[in-house]
């Protein structure tokens, strides 16, 4: 069993993602099973940033269906190209939205939710087959640092996708 992630309050977010990037590398060795570890990837970046929603969407089909996730409970399946997620999705890389409110068909899934972002992950095959989906209830949350920091994070996962 993994030991849990422990990462200090008092750090910058820059810090804290670097502290957690070799936690996870733990968490999820050898791990074989996209879900178990977008489960607690999920966990790891919830309780170390606090973000409001932070969960995966999976492409079945011509949809993204709901995976694993931390926070309120949240749509269920989204269509190619609509909102935050779909467009991340059709577009095949990162939104980064300072206000959910100025994005052209959001998808409101928690009224809570002012600023997102919303990252691809590839499959084997090259192809979106997953993305990472996280809210925050403050605006302009995230920038085009915290896109390079999941990516990496992301990066641990599409080898299993």
Same mark, same amino acid.
């Given at each position: =069993?993994?030991s849990? !992630?422990?990462?200090?309050e008092?750090?910058? $977010?820059?810090? $804290?993602?670097?502290?957690?990037? *070799?936690?996870l +590398? #733990?968490?999820?060795?050898?791990?074989? +099973?996209?879900i178990?570890? =977008?489960?607690?990837?999920?966990a790891?970046?919830?309780?170390t940033? #606090?973000?409001?929603?932070? #969960?995966?969407?999976?492409?079945?089909?011509?949809?993204?269906?709901? #995976? *694993?996730?931390?926070? @309120?409970?949240?749509? &269920?399946?989204? *269509?190619?190209g609509?909102g935050?997620c779909?467009?991340?999705? &059709?577009?095949?890389?990162?939104?980064?939205?300072?206000?959910? +409110?100025?994005? @052209?068909?959001? !998808?409101?899934c928690?009224?809570? &939710? $002012?600023?997102?972002?919303?990252? *691809?992950?590839?499959? $084997?095959d090259?192809?979106?087959?997953?993305?990472?989906? !996280?809210?925050?209830?403050?605006?302009? +949350?995230?920038s &085009?640092?915290?896109?390079?920091?999941?990516?990496? !994070?992301?990066?641990?996962?599409?080898?299993?996708?």
């Open positions: =069993m993994s849990p !992630i422990v990462i200090s008092a750090l910058d $977010r820059d810090s $804290r993602y670097t502290a957690l990037l *070799p936690q +590398d #733990g968490l999820l060795e050898g791990e074989t +099973d996209a178990a570890a =977008m489960a607690n990837l999920c790891a970046l919830h309780a940033f #606090g973000w409001h929603w932070v #969960g995966f969407y999976r492409v079945i089909g011509n949809e993204l269906v709901l #995976g *694993p996730f931390q926070g @309120p409970v949240a749509c &269920s399946r989204i *269509p190619f609509k935050v779909g467009t991340a999705w &059709s577009e095949g890389r990162a939104q980064v939205v300072p206000d959910v +409110d100025q994005f @052209p068909g959001h !998808i409101a928690s009224a809570p &939710s $002012r600023s997102e972002i919303v990252l *691809p992950l590839r499959g $084997r090259g192809t979106v087959a997953a993305v990472l989906d !996280i809210d925050s209830e403050l605006l302009n +949350d995230f &085009s640092e915290d896109a390079t920091h999941l990516a990496a !994070i992301c990066a641990r996962l599409e080898t299993l996708l």
